[in-house]
């Protein structure tokens, strides 16, 4: 095969936990029982070129739709496979990545097969290795051939920048999950905001410099902790399991005990919801927010101006997931009326309903949470 330029979606696959195997005898199992299983999944798929070694896989597809459904179909047997039954850790799970873009392929003289060569494959190898274990990340480009024609069966949360593997700079990414599925963005996926002692010289040349650094920052930090301090943990098993009523997958033996810990559920999130005080201060907030970054950016050099622009890109994006979260938390408290939870499981339209807001509600937190984390750890460079 003569060596050719062609767009495809690459897949990296490494398995968490792969080098904790002790034993000739655990070895053996997973190449005969945890790697047909792999092949179960990504086979069916139609890889245009495929290689594995050891724990870790690599395959090309010329369809971005297959090898997004490879991803998540690989996804899901680690996530609802227990490994312990098999004689395996039951730790096991994998780290998956897409990226899309311009590749050589043609006849590998080492393999004597077809091979994959090229910078984009470089990429996706540096993605692998950042992505939280049982999700599938990928890039921009994967992004934007999956939106055409759209799908109604897959979806994604921005992640924003995120660092990659082995100094390969940054580059922006989402995490892809099923439609029916609820985003399960966490605090844990950002990187952790140090704290400043000794702010830089640029910033105590002016009182009023530092007070518009701080005044930015104690809103950020404001915002992570109130919606940090709202445990989403109720939110997401809640979902689930309405998604699975409007499905008709619950048997009905078991409706009033799902019933009881669906009211459960969001009885919890609800004792803990207290944003008022919050959301009544924000008008104030945000005019005193902008009015500091207006004065930074006014006495900011050019170097320093940039960073400042892109903490205000993040602050901006705060200000949008804020007034979603209120939005959406106050629709599925509407879409109950005065019925409780346990009644509007029997109403299959109402409890439609409600599942859209819950979705929208975790994923208006999230954002908000990684908003403003990404906000400090950029805040943070203006003080080095």
Request: aromatic fraction near 10%; proline fraction near 6%; hydrophobic fraction near 40%.
């Given at each position: 095969?003569?060596?050719?330029?062609?767009?495809?979606?690459?897949?990296?696959?490494?398995?968490?936990?792969?080098?904790?195997?002790?034993?000739?005898?655990?070895?053996?199992?997973?190449?005969?029982?945890?790697?047909?299983?792999?092949?179960?999944?990504?086979?069916?798929?139609?890889?245009?070129?495929?290689?594995?070694?050891?724990?870790?896989?690599?395959?090309?597809?010329?369809?971005?739709?297959?090898?997004?459904?490879?991803?998540?179909?690989?996804?899901?047997?680690?996530?609802?496979?227990?490994?312990?039954?098999?004689?395996?850790?039951?730790?096991?799970?994998?780290?998956?990545?897409?990226?899309?873009?311009?590749?050589?392929?043609?006849?590998?003289?080492?393999?004597?097969?077809?091979?994959?060569?090229?910078?984009?494959?470089?990429?996706?190898?540096?993605?692998?290795?950042?992505?939280?274990?049982?999700?599938?990340?990928?890039?921009?480009?994967?992004?934007?051939?999956?939106?055409?024609?759209?799908?109604?069966?897959?979806?994604?949360?921005?992640?924003g920048d995120?660092?990659?593997?082995?100094?390969?700079?940054?580059?922006?990414?989402?995490?892809?999950?099923?439609?029916?599925?609820?985003?399960?963005?966490?605090?844990?996926?950002?990187?952790?905001?140090?704290?400043?002692?000794?702010?830089?010289?640029?910033?105590?040349?002016?009182?009023?410099?530092?007070?518009?650094f701080t005044?930015?920052?104690?809103?950020?930090?404001?915002?992570?902790?109130?919606?940090?301090?709202?445990?989403?943990?109720?939110?997401?098993?809640?979902?689930?399991?309405?998604?699975?009523?409007?499905?008709?997958?619950?048997?009905?033996?078991?409706?009033?005990?799902?019933?009881?810990?669906?009211?459960?559920?969001?009885t919890n999130?609800?004792?803990?919801?207290?944003?008022?005080?919050?959301?009544?201060?924000?008008?104030?907030?945000?005019?005193?927010?902008?009015?500091?970054?207006?004065?930074?950016?006014?006495?900011?050099?050019?170097?320093?101006?940039?960073?400042?622009?892109?903490?205000?890109?993040?602050?901006?994006?705060?200000?949008?997931?804020?007034?979603?979260?209120?939005?959406?938390?106050?629709?599925?408290?509407?879409?109950?009326?005065?019925?409780?939870?346990?009644?509007?499981?029997?109403?299959?339209?109402?409890?439609?309903?409600?599942?859209?807001?819950?979705?929208?509600?975790?994923?208006?937190?999230?954002?908000?949470?990684?908003?403003?984390?990404?906000?400090?750890?950029?805040?943070?460079?203006?003080?080095?």
């Amino acid at each position: 095969m003569t060596r050719q330029k062609q767009t495809l979606t690459v897949l990296f696959l490494d398995v968490k936990g792969y080098s904790g195997l002790k034993t000739d005898h655990q070895f053996g199992i997973f190449f005969d029982q945890v790697l047909p299983k792999m092949a179960g999944k990504l086979n069916p798929c139609q890889p245009f070129y495929v290689n594995s070694w050891g724990d870790a896989i690599v395959a090309a597809f010329a369809d971005p739709l297959e090898a997004a459904r490879a991803a998540l179909d690989l996804r899901d047997l680690f996530r609802n496979t227990n490994w312990q039954a098999i004689g395996l850790p039951n730790d096991l799970a994998a780290r998956i990545c897409l990226h899309s873009g311009a590749i050589f392929t043609g006849r590998d003289p080492i393999q004597r097969r077809n091979g994959l060569a090229g910078h984009n494959v470089n990429l996706a190898a540096r993605i692998e290795p950042v992505v939280t274990p049982n999700e599938v990340w990928m890039t921009d480009s994967v992004a934007t051939l999956l939106q055409n024609p759209p799908n109604n069966k897959i979806c994604w949360d921005d992640l924003g920048d995120r660092p990659l593997a082995k100094m390969w700079g940054s580059c922006k990414l989402y995490r892809l999950r099923r439609y029916h599925e609820p985003p399960n963005l966490q605090i844990s996926d950002l990187e952790p905001a140090v704290p400043y002692t000794h702010p830089g010289h640029w910033l105590l040349s002016n009182l009023s410099l530092w007070e518009g650094f701080t005044t930015i920052l104690s809103f950020a930090k404001e915002t992570h902790t109130v919606f940090q301090t709202l445990d989403m943990s109720h939110i997401k098993p809640l979902s689930e399991s309405v998604g699975k009523f409007i499905a008709g997958s619950i048997p009905k033996a078991s409706w009033m005990t799902q019933k009881m810990e669906c009211e459960r559920w969001w009885t919890n999130y609800m004792k803990q919801y207290d944003c008022t005080a919050f959301f009544h201060n924000l008008p104030a907030n945000q005019t005193r927010v902008a009015g500091a970054f207006n004065v930074l950016q006014t006495n900011a050099s050019h170097s320093t101006g940039k960073v400042i622009d892109k903490c205000k890109n993040y602050y901006e994006s705060i200000n949008k997931f804020l007034p979603g979260y209120l939005t959406a938390h106050n629709a599925a408290v509407s879409s109950l009326g005065p019925k409780r939870l346990f009644d509007v499981l029997d109403d299959p339209l109402r409890s439609q309903e409600f599942w859209i807001q819950l979705n929208e509600l975790s994923s208006k937190t999230a954002g908000s949470i990684t908003q403003a984390d990404t906000l400090i750890v950029n805040l943070i460079n203006l003080i080095a």
